[in-house]
C-alpha cells in the first residue's frame, strides 16, 4: 500500500500526493465528492453542481508546485468522453478557477461492451477534434477498466501526430481506481517519445479505489464495474465519513454509472433500489454485511490503529485519528453489535433504504 503525503488541507480541500511514480498523483478529498460517493440519489443537476464545485476547488487549492494557473489559455484543451466525462465540466471549472476563455474543446462517443476476455469499445465514431499546436490537454472521467482512456488517449495520441500537434502535459480528473494510472504510466512512456510531454498529473477524488473483480469475496458485485471502499487508498477524509450513517458503506459501490446519475436519473435510481432489494434477500445480518464490505480489522484499538494509519497518512495529525478512532467506537457500541446480529437486522435497513429510494421514483 502506497501512501499519501499532505500537501493542503482546508475546509474547501484536502489535496495528497502519492509520492514515486513517473507521473504526478493526487488523492482529493472535497465535502462535495465525499457526498457524492456516499450518496448515490444525488443524481441530475445537483449530481453536476458538486462534481464541479469540487473541480474549482482543487484547481483553486492546488499545491504551488502544479502550475495551471500559469498556463496560456490559447493552448488548454479539454477532452470530453460522452457521456461521462461532461459531468466533471471542466471548461467552466478552468474559467471560474483562472478565468481562462479561450479553451479548445473536443469530444468523443465511448460505448464498452463485455467480451469473453475483458472489455472493448463500440461506438466512438463520433469525433470532433481541436487541439492546439500546443496543448495542456486535460480530461475527466470515471475509471473502472480504463477501457474508454485506454482508447481515447491511443486516438488522441494518433491525432495530435496528424495534425502536428505537441501536447505538454495532460490532466486526468477521475473518481476511478488503479487502471487509470496504469493506462497513463504506459501512454506517459508514449507520449515522451512522440510530444517531450512535460508532465502527467492524475487527480483521483476521494480515493483510489479497488476495482470489483470475478474472485473478490463479496455476496453482490458486478466484476470489472463496482468501485469498492475496502482495500483501497483512501483520503482520511472519506474514511471519517463512513461512519456518518450506517448506509454509506453498504453500498455496491463508491459511483454507479454517472451517464446514467447525471442524464438518466431515473434509470440510476431503479438501478441502487435493486441493489438493496437484492441485499434484503441474501439472508445476511447487518453485523455481517458490514464486516463484509468495511471489516477495518485495525480499528481495534487506538494503538493499533495509529501504527496502521502512519503507513498510509504519515503526516495527519493526532486528533484526526483519535475522531476516527472514536467515532468507530461509537458506531460499534455494544448495543449495536447486539442489535445488528439479530436475524432481521439487515433486512429491516434495507426495507428503509428501498422505501426512501421509491419515494424518489
Not at 89 to 96: G, P
Not at 251 to 275: M, N, P, Q, T, W
Request: a positive charge; glycine letters at 4%.
Amino acid at each position: 500500500m502506497e501512501s499519501l503525503k499532505t500537501r493542503v488541507r482546508n475546509p474547501k480541500t484536502a489535496i495528497y500526493e502519492i509520492p514515486g511514480g513517473k507521473f504526478r498523483r493526487f488523492v482529493v478529498s472535497t465535502p462535495q465528492t465525499r457526498k457524492i460517493c456516499n450518496v448515490p440519489e444525488i443524481t441530475g443537476q445537483e449530481f453536476r453542481d458538486l462534481l464541479r464545485t469540487a473541480v474549482i476547488n482543487t484547481l483553486k487549492n492546488l499545491p504551488d508546485d502544479v502550475p495551471f494557473a500559469g498556463y496560456d489559455d490559447r493552448n488548454v484543451s479539454v477532452f470530453h468522453f460522452l457521456r461521462g466525462g461532461l459531468n466533471f465540466d471542466l471548461i467552466q471549472s478552468l474559467y471560474q478557477a483562472y478565468g481562462f476563455n479561450r479553451i479548445s474543446s473536443s469530444f468523443m462517443t465511448s460505448q464498452r461492451y463485455r467480451k469473453k476476455d475483458g472489455w472493448a469499445i463500440k461506438m466512438d465514431q463520433y469525433r470532433q477534434f481541436s487541439v492546439p499546436q500546443e496543448s495542456h490537454l486535460f480530461i475527466g472521467d470515471v475509471v473502472a477498466t480504463g477501457t474508454t482512456i485506454e482508447n481515447g488517449l491511443e486516438i488522441i495520441r494518433q491525432k495530435a501526430l496528424e495534425q502536428k500537434s505537441r501536447i505538454r502535459s495532460l490532466t486526468l480528473f477521475t473518481i476511478g481506481g488503479p487502471r487509470a494510472e496504469e493506462i497513463l504510466e504506459s501512454q506517459y512512456r508514449q507520449f515522451k517519445k512522440d510530444f517531450q510531454v512535460e508532465d502527467f498529473y492524475l487527480f483521483y477524488f476521494e480515493g483510489r479505489f479497488a476495482l470489483a473483480e470475478a474472485d473478490t469475496p463479496l455476496t453482490i458485485a458486478i466484476p470489472g464495474t463496482d468501485l469498492l471502499r475496502h482495500q483501497s487508498l483512501l483520503t482520511p477524509e472519506f474514511e471519517l465519513s463512513q461512519y456518518e450513517k450506517i448506509t454509506y458503506p453498504l453500498e455496491r459501490c463508491v459511483i454507479y454509472d454517472v451517464g446514467a446519475k447525471s442524464f438518466e436519473a431515473l434509470a440510476h435510481l431503479k438501478e441502487v433500489k435493486e441493489y438493496w432489494e437484492q441485499l434484503k434477500d441474501t439472508g445476511l445480518t447487518l453485523y455481517a454485511a458490514l464486516k463484509e464490505r468495511w471489516p477495518q480489522e485495525e480499528y481495534e484499538d487506538f494503538d493499533t490503529l495509529v501504527k496502521a494509519k502512519r503507513k498510509i497518512w504519515p503526516d495527519l495529525p493526532k486528533y484526526f485519528l483519535e475522531k476516527l478512532h472514536k467515532d468507530h467506537q461509537t458506531s460499534w457500541s455494544e448495543k449495536f453489535i447486539k442489535t445488528s446480529k439479530q436475524d432481521d437486522s439487515l433486512k429491516k435497513l434495507c426495507e428503509q433504504r428501498i422505501k426512501k429510494l421509491e419515494s424518489l421514483l
